[in-house]
């Protein structure tokens, strides 16, 4: 069962006009529109009934008596004009209590809204972050991924605030499966969400556990998980390793230009059959989905052996646009996919060696389901630390616009049990349980490779 928030109504408050003293330095900025409760009231009722009319079952991941309780504690508090961010405040901490990483309130358009920021003189905290789900905060590296000298320190105050104290209120408005889950996505994320939940600053003091002061001026670029999103080589890498191994990174199972992603594939494989390479390393840790087809048209097709298929039964919500003769708007259907994919066995790049799939802290949505085809049907091993997310993955997200506020809103309207049928594990669990150092993403790759040569 999820917790419930902690955050009380006069601690919400107070974080509210902190983030707006911090904020109010900005000279020249325009005035955020301000909504009125009945505005904001109606985008709450507009969550819930999108939810009854997407979800097959939001009892999936969500317990239903404290969605109850969220919504009535929401609905209280709305009782003033709110802007946008702070309407977020509140309503995002129905996040940790739907318990699904598809299924959230939150800000529209973060690249857009990140890149406004920085050309208008503003910044974010300067530093990439690592969050564990204890609430401990540390420095990975500096704003944007850079290598930092201070990465491992653990950091006590910002701005003269506790870091708990920050880390536990972002928390409460984080999306995800599972608490570990949510303490990684508030890693990757951690410069953009302390923004719109605590406001910007000029700079920003950080005490660390060892007693180092810190003085910083804001970051004036885009966090890390933003930058290089539009660039294809920052996406997808390969490269020969010694020790006949070669390495694939697919950071997303989502481009615009699928061609483009199938020949660097192929390309891939060529290289690999021509180097004579006997171990092959695909790196998904960071990649939070996209579409099937991709790692089925373009991975799956150079080493799967037999028949496969990417989930055994489903439970889908019949919604707009998808009824037909046989299936009614709203109703709730169960069934089995019947469809398998049969192997390339004539394919001249076919990959015979040894494969191992490295998955991660961010690997979610279609990555699971590759990672479950792979494992359940033995065409690579999976390497890396315990996973914080289920192998039942809900997927055909439909994505919303809060009407007045213009929150965006995501909500499934299916759930996949994986192609074994199997009912456990409930998270993803590796076949080879190696740990993965947050701060050097190499460690991983090393273990790997030195646990295929014995």
């Known amino acids: 069962m999820t917790p419930s928030p902690r955050f009380g109504r006069p601690a919400w408050l107070a974080l509210i006009a902190a983030a707006a003293l911090l904020a109010a330095h900005r000279a020249g900025a325009q005035t955020a529109p301000v909504f009125t409760p009945e505005q904001l009231r109606a985008d709450l009722r507009y969550v819930r009934d999108t939810i009854a009319g997407t979800h097959p079952d939001p009892g999936f991941s969500a317990d239903a008596e404290q969605l109850q309780q969220a919504y009535r504690r929401i609905d209280a508090q709305l009782d003033q004009p709110m802007t946008r ?11 940790p209590v739907f318990a699904d990483a598809h299924m959230l309130v939150t800000q529209p358009d973060a690249g857009g809204q990140s890149e406004a920021l ?3 003189g503003g910044g974010f905290f300067p530093y ?11 420095i990975r590296a500096e704003l944007g991924g850079a290598a930092s000298p201070l990465a491992g320190a653990r950091i006590e105050r910002i701005n003269g605030v506790p870091a708990r104290r920050l880390v536990a209120g972002l928390l409460e408005r984080c999306h995800g499966d599972t608490p570990a889950f949510r303490a990684d996505l508030l890693s990757t994320r951690w410069p953009f969400l302390y923004w719109k939940m605590y406001g910007d600053a000029a700079s920003f003091d950080v005490l660390t556990a060892d ?6 001026p804001a970051g004036r670029r885009l966090p890390a998980y933003l930058d290089g999103r ?6 997808f890498r390969f490269e020969l390793l010694p020790g006949d191994a070669a390495l694939m990174t697919v950071n997303t199972f989502y481009w615009p230009d699928k061609k483009q992603f199938t020949d660097f594939t192929a390309r891939a494989f060529t290289q690999l059959r021509d180097a004579k390479v006997k171990t092959l390393l695909i790196d998904v840790r960071a990649n939070g989905g996209g579409n099937d087809d991709m790692w089925m048209d373009g991975i799956l097709r150079y080493i799967a052996d037999k028949p496969y298929r990417w989930a055994s039964t489903y439970k889908k919500k019949v919604i707009k646009g998808r009824e037909s003769a046989t299936e009614k708007l709203g109703d709730v259907i169960d069934g089995t996919i019947d469809k398998w994919l049969p192997p390339q066995p004539d394919e001249p790049l076919r990959f015979g060696g040894a494969t191992y799939v490295l ?10 389901l590759f990672s479950n085809v792979v494992q359940d049907f033995g065409f690579a091993k999976l390497a890396g630390a315990p996973g914080s997310a289920r192998v039942r993955q809900s997927g055909g997200t439909q994505n919303f616009v809060l009407p007045a506020s213009g929150l965006a809103l995501s909500v499934p309207r299916l759930i996949f049990e994986r192609p074994s049928g199997a009912a456990g594990p409930a998270l993803v669990r590796p076949d080879l349980l190696l740990p993965d150092s947050p701060y050097d993403s190499r460690q991983l790759i090393d273990a790997v490779l030195d646990a295929a040569r014995r």
């Not at 990439?128 to 540390?138: K, M, N």
């Not at 007693?211 to 910083?216: F, I, P, W």
């Not at 539009?230 to 996406?235: G, K, L, S, V």
């Not at 998955?359 to 949505?365: D, H, K, L």
Request: proline fraction near 0%; glycine fraction near 10%; avoid cysteine.
């Open 230 to 235: 539009a660039q294809f080589d920052r996406q």
């Open 211 to 216: 007693g180092r002061q810190l003085r910083a």
């Open 118 to 120: 920085v050309a208008g």
């Open 359 to 368: 998955v991660g802290r961010n690997t979610y949505s279609s990555a699971i």
């Open 128 to 138: 990439e972050v690592v969050v564990d789900a204890q609430g401990g905060l540390t």
């Open 85 to 95: 961010d702070q309407a977020w405040r509140l309503m995002a901490t129905l996040n």
